[in-house]
Nanobody, 124 residues
């Protein structure tokens, strides 16, 4: 079993919606800040959104703010990325990540736990 497991990816038309889920356990999820990253072919892994350990603080990249919403359910040990008004440029493999220290911010290298990714394809 991987540390975190994403699900919910798929193919959607531009303007559509998807909700991604990221399931963890007490070690990889509970008490950790959680984030979503994405990576398109030929591009660097890109920060998308982050939610603090309590769920009270969130941060988004400028490219997705207002369209994507990150949340977490501590009881289910699951984080979510609700995606609306999707654009073709949102097409990428989406990864979830956990940060034990809470200091990693938007830097992918600082995260302790990762999933294998889920593909999101937005057609025009």
């Amino acid at each position: 079993q991987v540390d975190l497991e994403e699900s919910g990816g798929g193919v959607v038309e531009a303007g559509g919606s998807l909700r991604l889920s990221c399931a963890g356990d007490s070690r990889t999820f509970s008490g950790n800040a959680m984030a979503w990253f994405r990576q398109a072919p030929g591009k660097e892994r890109e920060f998308v959104a982050r939610v603090g350990w309590s769920g009270s603080t969130t941060s988004y990249s400028d490219s997705v703010k207002g369209r994507l919403t990150i949340s977490r359910d501590e009881a289910k040990k699951t984080s979510y990325l609700q995606m609306t008004s999707l654009k073709p440029e949102d097409t990428a493999v989406y990864f979830c990540a956990g940060d034990v220290s809470g200091w990693s911010g938007r830097a992918a290298a600082g995260y302790d736990y990762w999933g294998q990714g889920t593909q999101v394809t937005v057609s025009s």
